[in-house]
Nanobody, 129 residues
Framework: QVQLVESGGGLVQAGGSLRLSCAAS????????MAWFRQAPGKEREFVAV????????YYVDSVKGRFTISRDNTKNTVYLQMNSLKPEDTAVYYC??????????????????????WGQGTQVTVSS
């Protein structure tokens, strides 16, 4: 069982930055793939970024490439999402998620909601124009 708790959301002006954190319980954190998803009002939850268990590999949705960076510290059981050059369309509730094993297999990245076993409660990010 893995429990995830996000923090770091808030209100920021367009062009600003925020860093989200996700603290995970459990001694097996380092064996889990970690990801960030987001859900805007009236929209489905969508994939944002994923990081491998070692932290050596990452993958992003096109809309955040070059602006967001996912990272993890396995000594602290924490995954981060650094968000720069924020835009109003980044406004959403951001969720941390985890799945055991790989982030990628045979040319396929695990980016679907139903491919992740554990979820945090979410943190609100609001970007004003």
């Amino acid at each position: 069982q893995v429990q995830l708790v996000e923090s770091g959301g808030g209100l920021v002006q367009a062009g600003g930055s925020l860093r989200l954190s996700c603290a995970a319980s459990g001694r097996t954190f380092r064996s889990y793939t970690m990801a960030w998803f987001r859900q805007a009002p009236g929209k489905e939850r969508e994939f944002v970024a994923v990081i491998s268990w070692s932290g050596g590999s990452t993958y992003y949705v096109d809309s955040v490439k070059g602006r967001f960076t996912i990272s993890r510290d396995n000594t602290k059981n924490t995954v981060y999402l650094q968000m720069n050059s924020l835009k109003p369309e980044d406004t959403a509730v951001y969720y941390c998620a985890s799945r055991p094993g790989l982030y990628y297999s045979g040319g396929y990245y695990y980016t679907r909601v139903n491919e992740y076993d554990y979820w945090g409660q979410g943190t609100q990010v609001t970007v004003s124009s």
